[in-house]
């Protein structure tokens, strides 16, 4: 069975410093992995996808993520944080017709 | 262009009430999904239309819950009675056509559901 885990409930970091959030996967064929981002009270935006192309993604806000499929792995990196980057992430295993989604981390950005 | 509409933001009833969602798709996505989303979760897939068609309804209670999309485009949900158990914020999205590694699915906003 296919199986998403984000391995952090909640990440802090302070403003300016990098931005690291994990997240693997358990598929039994090779998967199209994204990142959503949610602000508080809007609705789940795709911040990047990996479809089987080149392994290191690049998506929208400075955000990016790597996929190791050695590792199962698809972790969301960011050099440095900003503080509208504090929301909710979710990792999200997508096959043709659903996605399953991570139960999510929270980022805190301090000022 | 305007994204997925859904009403109401924001509803709370008390238990073994009825309650509604409505969605609005983006128009010309033929796909529609409805999630549920508990607090601390990640969204997890109710029911998927292609157009009017339910395709995939394998994770909705039945008992209770009921989904139509009659003429292929907006779409309401809807719980019968409601427990407390049901409180969450229920996602609508859309996407051109199926295939997610393909093509983008985009939500909206969400209604969260207080079930007292």
């Known amino acids: 069975a296919q199986s998403v885990t984000q391995l952090d409930s909640h990440v802090s970091v302070s403003e300016g410093t990098p931005v690291l959030l994990r997240c693997n996967y358990s598929s039994s064929y090779s998967p199209s992995l994204f990142w959503y981002v949610q602000h508080p009270n809007k609705g789940l935006q795709l911040l990047l996808k990996y479809t089987s192309a080149a392994t290191l993604v690049k998506g929208i806000n400075g955000f990016e993520a790597e996929f190791k499929k050695s590792e199962t792995s698809f972790h969301l990196t960011k050099p440095s944080a900003h503080m509208s980057d504090a929301a909710e992430y979710f990792c999200g295993w997508a096959s043709y017709d659903k996605v399953i989604f991570g139960p999510g981390t929270s980022l805190s950005v301090i000022p | 262009e305007a994204g997925v509409v859904q009403s109401p933001r924001y509803k709370i009833i008390e238990k073994k009430q009825p309650v509604a969602f409505w969605c609005n798709p983006i128009?010309?996505?033929?796909?529609l999904y409805w999630y549920r989303q508990n607090l601390g979760q990640g969204p997890e897939l109710l029911i998927r239309?292609?157009?009017?068609?339910?395709?995939?309804d394998s994770q909705l209670p039945k008992d209770r819950f009921s989904a139509e999309r009659l003429k292929g485009v907006d779409s309401t949900l809807k719980i019968q009675p409601a427990e407390l158990g049901d409180s969450a914020v229920y996602l609508c999205a859309s996407s051109q056509s199926p295939g997610l590694a393909r093509n983008e699915q985009f939500f909206g906003p969400g209604t969260r559901l207080t079930v007292l």
């Open positions: 239309y292609e157009n009017e068609e339910a395709v995939d």
């Open positions: 128009s010309g996505h033929n796909t």
